[in-house]
């Protein structure tokens, strides 16, 4: 039996991409986790932020946030390309606990509040 795994996934897009263009990393992002066998539970577009210190020569991205649900352990060629992609200033993924991850209603239907 396959055990699904709750995963919270955060990219910083480089602030010299377009807003225009947010959309498309959105969904570049999107399709590598659904390719790695991933469903997307939610995605949360934080838009632009200023940080708290320079990254990159950077002062500011724009962050965006996905609730993912997985049967495999990590998603590693994602995060391989995030590492790799010069759109994305950072990245972190990490699982959620099994307790947080049932309380958002990722491994079925949401129980309302």
């Known amino acids: 039996m396959d055990i699904s795994r709750a995963y919270e996934l955060m990219i ?7 807003d225009g263009d947010i959309d ?3 969904s ?6 659904v390719d790695e066998g991933g469903r997307i ?8 932020r ?3 210190y320079e990254i990159q020569h950077k002062l500011e991205g724009t962050y965006v946030v996905w609730e993912i649900v997985t049967e495999s352990a990590g998603l590693p060629n994602t995060e391989r390309q ?6 994305i200033v ?3 993924l990490f699982r959620l606990p099994e307790s947080e991850a049932a309380r958002r209603g990722l491994f079925g ?3 309302p509040a």
Request: cysteine-free.
């Open 12 to 18: 910083i897009v480089d602030s010299d991409v377009d």
């Open 24 to 26: 498309a990393v959105i």
């Open 28 to 33: 570049r992002v999107e399709g590598l986790v």
């Open 41 to 48: 539970a939610s995605t949360d577009n934080w838009g632009r």
């Open 50 to 52: 200023r940080f708290a």
């Open 82 to 87: 995030l590492r790799l992609a010069d759109d």
């Open 90 to 92: 950072r990245h972190k």
């Open 109 to 111: 239907e949401a129980v």
